[in-house]
């Protein structure tokens, strides 16, 4: 992260506080892409060296804005339906390919695809529009959206907190695991399209 930018992050949650955090994830989880989980983390590493937050506050309130994010990314793909994501991978630049493999995903994980999807760099951010448009069951979206904002939430801003004297150290490991996931995901669901095309039987001449 370019240091202005970090600097301004951090003065921006310094101001504001929880409030922050919560605008912040509302909007990455409802489909807008702003730098939500750097803004979790800056949020935990003020908290452990400047004590101007606390790392249950900030659990919770991260907690409740994805969670609530995640629900009205739903409503806008659902009510939406695909003429609003194709608008909405038009105004963000969002790589055909992507939404692709986010579609893929959906179809052969269901409701496990929801709660890995915020551990994915790119993800995180249209899964719940996707689960709208592919009119996931609400019950089942509505449970692994809040569990998944809840075990992430937990995990990035304990991650801050704990890692809070090495910032940069902290940055760069989590790039390497937002690749390694993506690199993951991809390897499965080629294998599964093996899987698949070796089950197709040949047309006959």
């Keep these: 992260m370019h240091p202005t930018i970090f600097h301004s992050l951090r003065a921006f949650v310094a101001d504001y506080g ?11 989880s409802a489909g807008i892409p702003v730098p939500g989980e750097i803004t979790l983390l800056v949020a935990s590493f003020l908290a ?3 004590h101007q937050l606390t790392l249950g506050g900030i659990i919770v309130v991260a907690t409740a804005a994805a969670t609530l994010g995640g629900y009205l990314g739903y409503a806008f793909g659902h009510y939406g339906g695909r003429p609003l994501l194709d608008r909405y991978q ?5 790589p055909p390919a992507t939404l692709k493999r986010g579609e893929e995903m959906f179809a052969r994980y269901g409701a496990a695809a929801i709660f890995f999807a915020r551990f994915v760099f790119g ?6 529009p996707l689960a709208g448009v592919l009119r996931m069951r ?3 979206f509505a449970l692994f959206n ?3 904002a809840a075990v992430w939430a937990s995990f990035m801003a304990s991650a801050g907190y704990l890692f809070g004297h090495h910032w940069h150290t902290l940055l760069r490991t989590l790039r390497r695991f937002n690749i390694a996931a993506l690199i993951v995901a991809g390897v499965v669901i080629l294998y599964w399209w093996w899987r698949h095309r070796r089950q197709i039987p040949p047309e006959n001449d």
């Design 48 to 50: 452990y060296s400047e």
């Design 146 to 148: 809040f569990l998944g």
């Design 123 to 128: 993800m995180r951010t249209f899964a719940g």
């Design 18 to 28: 929880y409030w922050a955090v919560a605008l912040a994830l509302l909007s990455e």
């Design 90 to 94: 038009s105004v963000f630049r969002i």
């Design 138 to 140: 609400w019950r089942t």
